[in-house]
């Protein structure tokens, strides 16, 4: 063979390889266009499906509906919750206050006024001396409720006795 025909086939051979390059390369671009598609049209459809979700959310109610007796029961257990809070509360006090006056105190200690009694201790006489003191208030705890609109009343009742 001569060294024209040898250089030939190299010359035929590159350029075949730089032809199969190209086209590599052509595909590879191809391919990567066809990805960035796919993502596009991927992200469309979620962005269509979320616009969806949004228009379907938009115009419902249950959330109302679940919340008006959700808040009717909260406000009802609040206003148990309170009513028991205050019973404990004002019994407590009507003690403190019926046992300041069995002393012969007639404010208690850090109030500036004295207690407001529904009807004032009643001394009752003891058989071996001294008196049994009896107290009575009244209270009203305001409604937050509509389940119970006249709110809550009860009377407190103390006992002590005096020397």
């Known amino acids: 063979m ?7 086939l190299r010359r035929d051979q590159g350029n075949q390889v730089k032809g199969n390059q190209a ?15 796919r993502g ?27 919340l008006i007796p959700l808040m009717l029961l909260f406000l ?5 919750g309170l009513s028991v809070y205050s019973h404990a509360t004002t019994d407590q006090s ?3 206050a019926v046992a ?6 007639a404010t208690i200690p850090g109030q500036s006024n004295s207690p407001s009694w ?3 201790p009643i001394a009752l006489p003891l058989p071996g001396g001294g008196s049994v003191l009896v107290g009575e208030r009244t209270a ?3 409604s937050i409720t509509p389940l119970l609109p006249g709110g809550d009343s009860f009377t407190s009742t103390g006992i002590a006795i005096q020397e």
């Open 76 to 80: 009802t257990v609040s206003q148990l």
């Open 2 to 8: 001569s060294w024209r025909l040898r250089d030939q």
């Open 94 to 96: 009507t003690q403190g």
């Open 140 to 142: 009203h705890i305001p």
């Open 118 to 120: 529904s009807k004032p």
């Open 100 to 105: 300041y006056s069995a002393m012969g105190l």
């Open 40 to 66: 596009n049209q991927a992200r469309e459809n979620q962005d269509r499906g979320n616009q969806a979700r949004e228009n379907q959310d938009r115009g419902t109610i249950e959330s109302a509906l679940t």
């Open 23 to 37: 086209h590599e390369n052509q595909d590879q671009g191809n391919q990567a266009r066809e990805n960035q598609d």
